[in-house]
């Protein structure tokens, strides 16, 4: 087992160090706030004073972070130097890749394995330890990172070298944003064409149109498997954070002169619906409401 330095207990952090001290590890953590401490301690971790407290004798450091100047600021300043020179680093954050890839080299010319290595999956998996990690970094770090993080994870995979797991990330996001946009669409349509939705459902999920916005993450309340939908767009992946991700994607694209005419328009219409309307707290499915505002659930 390992001392475990975990830095950030939100909503995704919380669950993962949770996972890490099921497993048997000696998980030490950190945050900034009193409340994610005070769970984090109920659920099997003890809690350290500070960043530099929680890594100062750790074998391994997993951090997540909101955003890459977080990820800069507690790399540079807690942890590189901080840190024993033999811990493997994960950053779980999901950021731009270009700080990913300069935090990793910073790590390396220090002495330090690091990879990047954000998740996919939401809250419910990160409770229940079947995230899906993607890891960018050295062969090397990879083989020291991927027995840890495959306790917090049902996939854990190797993208490639340093950023390539940001990479990942923000192209699955990218294709998920747009996605769900293209799926509510098809269910506002549905509706006013006078289909029942449960039978377009079937039909749909059955047929070419078939997707995971569809069959495992329906935004209809009443349709298919629960959802956050079914708890009024409640407890899932916070539309601010498709924001952020599809923003990051469109900064990405710009770096390599991608053309992303799909991304770009799923950004500007979470922008809309997360700041323009006030749901950047609801989940991203509840787009919808936007889409066709004279929704309402189905009959039960």
């Given at each position: 087992m390992a001392r475990i330095a975990f830095i950030?207990?939100?909503?995704?952090?919380?669950?993962?160090?949770?996972?890490l001290a099921k497993a048997g590890h000696e998980v030490r953590a950190f945050d900034l706030s009193e409340d994610a401490l005070l769970r984090a301690e109920a659920r099997g971790a003890s809690?350290?004073?500070s960043a530099e407290e929680a890594?100062?004798?750790?074998?391994?450091?997993?951090?997540?972070?909101?955003?890459?100047?977080?990820?800069?600021?507690v790399y540079e300043t807690s942890v590189?130097?901080?840190?024993?020179?033999?811990?493997?680093?994960?950053?779980?954050?999901?950021?731009?890749?270009?700080?990913?890839?300069?935090?990793?080299g910073k790590a390396g010319a220090a002495g330090y394995a690091m990879v990047d290595a954000p998740v996919s999956g939401g809250i419910a998996a990160a409770e229940g330890g079947t995230l899906t990690f993607m890891v960018g970094g050295s062969e090397e770090a990879f083989a020291?990172?991927?027995?840890?993080?495959?306790?917090?994870?049902?996939?854990?995979?190797?993208?490639?070298?340093?950023?390539?797991?940001?990479?990942a990330?923000?192209?699955?996001?990218?294709?998920?944003?747009?996605?769900?946009?293209?799926?509510?669409?098809?269910?506002?349509?549905?509706?006013?064409?006078?289909?029942d939705l449960r039978t377009f459902y079937d039909i749909s999920s059955k047929a070419s149109g078939q997707s995971w916005s569809m069959t495992s993450y329906c935004p209809v309340p009443g349709v298919g498997p629960e959802t956050p939908a079914d708890r009024d767009y409640e407890g899932g992946f916070a539309a601010a954070l498709m924001l952020k991700d599809l923003r990051l994607a469109l900064e990405a694209a710009q770096s390599v002169d991608a053309y992303t005419p799909m991304g770009?328009?799923?950004?500007?219409?979470?922008?809309?619906?997360?700041?323009?309307?006030?749901?950047?707290?609801k989940d991203f499915s509840g787009i919808i409401r936007m889409i066709d505002d004279s929704w309402t659930p189905p009959a039960a």
């Open positions: 950030g207990l939100g909503n995704m952090g919380g669950g993962m160090a949770a996972n809690r350290a004073a890594v100062a004798d750790a074998e391994a450091v997993v951090t997540m972070l909101p955003a890459g100047k977080h990820v800069r600021q590189i130097g901080k840190a024993p020179a033999s811990a493997i680093l994960m950053d779980c954050s999901t950021i731009d890749v270009a700080t990913a890839r300069d935090e990793i020291r990172a991927e027995p840890l993080l495959a306790q917090m994870g049902k996939a854990v995979i190797h993208a490639g070298a340093a950023g390539s797991g940001q990479a990330k923000i192209c699955n996001n990218m294709l998920l944003g747009a996605t769900m946009v293209a799926t509510c669409e098809a269910f506002a349509m549905a509706k006013k064409l006078g289909l770009a328009e799923a950004e500007a219409l979470y922008a809309r619906f997360a700041e323009a309307l006030g749901g950047g707290h």
